[in-house]
C-alpha cells in the first residue's frame, strides 16, 4: 500500500478533500533539484479536516473517477477561525474606525 503526505488544499466537498503532495525531482542535463506538486483527492473517513491541515493518506480501492487515498490521520491541523466571531470582530473593527472619523471630522468642525 502507498501512502503520501500532503496538505489539504480545498475541504468543499461532502467527504472529500483535495491534497497536494510536493516532491523533489532532478533535472536529467542540468543536474538541478525542483519541486513537482501533484493533487490527490481523497476521502476524509468521517474526519474533521480543514484547509491547511498536514494529513496522510493510504491508497485504496477507487472510490469514484478521481479517488483513489483515504486519510488516515492528521498530523499537523491548522489552526481554526470560528467566522462568526470573525464576523463581530471585522465588525467592531469597523464601527471603530466610522467612530474615529466621525469624532475627528467633529472635532475639526468645532
Do not use: W
Not at 82 to 93: M, Q
Amino acid at each position: 500500500m502507498r501512502t503520501k503526505t500532503g496538505t489539504v488544499t480545498s475541504a468543499k466537498m461532502t467527504g472529500t478533500v483535495t491534497v497536494v503532495v510536493h516532491s523533489q525531482l532532478m533535472h536529467p542535463i542540468y543536474k538541478k533539484r525542483f519541486r513537482v506538486s501533484k493533487k490527490f483527492l481523497a476521502d476524509t473517513n468521517g474526519l474533521d479536516i480543514h484547509e491547511g491541515d498536514q494529513v496522510t493518506m493510504i491508497e485504496c480501492r477507487p472510490m469514484s473517477k478521481n479517488k483513489h487515498f483515504k486519510v488516515t490521520e492528521i498530523l499537523v491541523a491548522a489552526p481554526r477561525v470560528d467566522e462568526i466571531s470573525e464576523e463581530k470582530d471585522l465588525d467592531k473593527a469597523l464601527n471603530r474606525k466610522a467612530e474615529q472619523a466621525a469624532d475627528s471630522t467633529s472635532t475639526s468642525n468645532s
